[in-house]
């Protein structure tokens, strides 16, 4: 069920999809509120647009956030009216459900919020659903309390950041770090870890890998390094290594950037360090790998290093920074040195966003 999410008109959308079933039936309107049906024509007539996950099968995911200016009222409180984002609505098909597009529309949601001028996010949410509050304060939204419906009103403020979670963080790096490095994924898994990371030229996807590892934000690295080098919380570049014949140089790139969440040594020197049933449920479903590749390398390999890490932002087709010009400007290797043994500062890292057209500012704060 290979998929993505798009940014649609609701003009375009098909209200007619059984997705919207049990919104309709949730959403009948009466008296005092608004039916969905009529919401949803209201919002077609106006221009508005929504994050649509589609499929072959149809629609798995709808998303839909606005800027408002109202007060929030709270049972025992009332913030006042300030300019915020509002999530306003958040279904996903029970057919990806721990399929990880919850993941990943939270990561769009919020990559939305980044690029507003908005310093606060919200969301309400009943009691019920109690796995989506779970995974929106993974995410660092503060449960403040209950609104007059009874829903909990989760908020992210971007000048109150907890940046002692990478997951609390996202999507945003604290300035005054180490270093950074590389990190080197070949064309074809990277063109389906990282869905958004998209080339001015055709991309390579594998057929055989789930959603999930497409619209996750968790991503997993599997090497063969003797050690590691990397650091929880340490920011990496995600280099996209071409493997289609000549021309390296100008079509290897970096893409996209992240930030390591997780780091295991899984085998040292030919020695197993943990059996391969731990080291496959450590990875989940967010490897490029099958079970059966998995368990060749952990195998054969003298080395096996894991890595986890949190999909941060992508620099997008046209925008992504080539060998070329990484070697150009003193941020590549030096002779004999190997790409991941390259230790970036933190000037190293904006310079290298910059030149993919980032603005660093409203990624790397204090």
Same mark, same amino acid.
């Given at each position: 069920?290979?998929?993505?999410?798009?940014?649609?008109k609701?003009?375009?959308?098909?209200l007619?999809?059984?997705?919207?079933?049990?919104?309709?039936?949730?959403?009948?309107?009466?008296?005092?509120?608004?039916?969905?049906?009529?919401?949803f024509?209201? #919002?077609?007539?106006?221009?508005?647009?929504?994050? %649509?996950?589609?499929?072959?099968?149809?629609i798995?995911?709808?998303?839909?956030?606005?800027?408002?200016?109202?007060?929030?009222?709270?049972?025992?409180?009332?913030?006042?009216?300030?300019?915020?984002?509002?999530?306003?609505?958040?279904?996903?098909?029970?057919?990806?459900?721990?399929?990880?597009?919850?993941?990943?529309?939270?990561?769009?949601?919020?990559?939305?919020?980044?690029?507003?001028?908005?310093?606060?996010?919200?969301?309400?949410?009943f009691?019920?659903?109690?796995?989506?509050?779970?995974?929106f304060?993974?995410?660092?939204?503060?449960?403040?309390?209950?609104?007059r419906?009874g829903?909990?009103?989760?908020?992210?403020?971007?000048? #109150?950041?907890?940046?002692?979670?990478?997951y609390?963080?996202?999507?945003?790096?604290?300035?005054?770090?180490?270093?950074?490095?590389? +990190?080197?994924?070949?064309?074809?898994?990277?063109?389906?870890m990282?869905?958004?990371?998209?080339l001015?030229?055709?991309?390579?996807?594998?057929?055989?890998?789930?959603?999930?590892?497409?619209?996750?934000?968790?991503?997993?690295? %599997?090497?063969?390094?003797p050690?590691?080098?990397?650091?929880?919380?340490?920011?990496?570049?995600?280099?996209?290594?071409?493997?289609?014949?000549?021309?390296k140089?100008? #079509?290897?790139?970096?893409?996209?950037?992240?930030?390591?969440?997780?780091?295991?040594?899984?085998?040292?020197n030919n020695?197993?360090?943990?059996?391969?049933?731990?080291?496959?449920?450590?990875?989940?479903?967010?490897?490029?790998?099958?079970?059966?590749?998995?368990?060749?390398?952990?195998?054969?390999?003298?080395?096996? +290093?894991?890595?986890?890490?949190?999909?941060?932002?992508?620099?997008?087709?046209?925008?992504? +920074?080539?060998?070329?010009?990484?070697?150009?400007?003193?941020?590549?290797?030096?002779?004999?040195?190997?790409?991941t043994d390259?230790?970036?500062?933190?000037?190293?890292?904006? #310079?290298?966003l910059?030149?993919?057209?980032?603005?660093?500012?409203? +990624?790397?704060?204090?």
């Amino acid at each position: 069920m290979a998929g993505r999410f798009y940014l649609r008109k609701f003009a375009d959308i098909n209200l007619d999809d059984e997705f919207f079933d049990t919104l309709k039936a949730d959403y009948p309107g009466n008296a005092n509120s608004t039916g969905f049906i009529e919401w949803f024509n209201k #919002k077609a007539n106006n221009g508005s647009t929504a994050l %649509v996950f589609e499929d072959g099968i149809g629609i798995g995911a709808f998303v839909v956030i606005k800027e408002e200016q109202e007060c929030i009222e709270l049972k025992n409180d009332v913030l006042p009216a300030f300019k915020r984002i509002k999530i306003s609505t958040f279904r996903i098909a029970e057919r990806y459900r721990r399929q990880r597009i919850g993941e990943g529309a939270i990561g769009l949601i919020l990559w939305k919020w980044q690029q507003s001028d908005c310093d606060e996010i919200y969301v309400t949410v009943f009691d019920k659903h109690k796995t989506l509050i779970v995974q929106f304060e993974r995410f660092g939204f503060i449960n403040i309390g209950k609104n007059r419906n009874g829903e909990n009103v989760l908020m992210k403020n971007r000048k #109150k950041i907890d940046f002692s979670s990478v997951y609390g963080s996202f999507p945003f790096i604290k300035a005054g770090f180490d270093c950074a490095g590389y +990190v080197i994924v070949e064309d074809q898994y990277h063109d389906t870890m990282f869905a958004y990371s998209e080339l001015a030229n055709k991309m390579m996807l594998q057929t055989e890998i789930g959603s999930s590892v497409s619209n996750g934000l968790c991503k997993i690295y %599997v090497g063969k390094a003797p050690q590691i080098k990397y650091k929880i919380g340490e920011p990496v570049l995600i280099y996209r290594k071409y493997t289609q014949g000549a021309g390296k140089r100008f #079509k290897s790139c970096i893409t996209s950037y992240c930030v390591i969440t997780d780091v295991i040594q899984a085998k040292s020197n030919n020695r197993f360090l943990m059996s391969f049933g731990e080291l496959k449920q450590r990875i989940g479903n967010k490897s490029v790998f099958d079970e059966k590749e998995l368990l060749r390398q952990y195998n054969e390999y003298h080395n096996v +290093v894991v890595m986890e890490m949190l999909y941060f932002g992508y620099f997008g087709a046209g925008n992504n +920074v080539n060998m070329d010009w990484l070697d150009k400007n003193g941020c590549w290797t030096m002779q004999n040195q190997y790409p991941t043994d390259v230790r970036l500062s933190e000037n190293q890292f904006k #310079k290298i966003l910059m030149e993919g057209n980032v603005n660093v500012s409203n +990624v790397i704060i204090n």
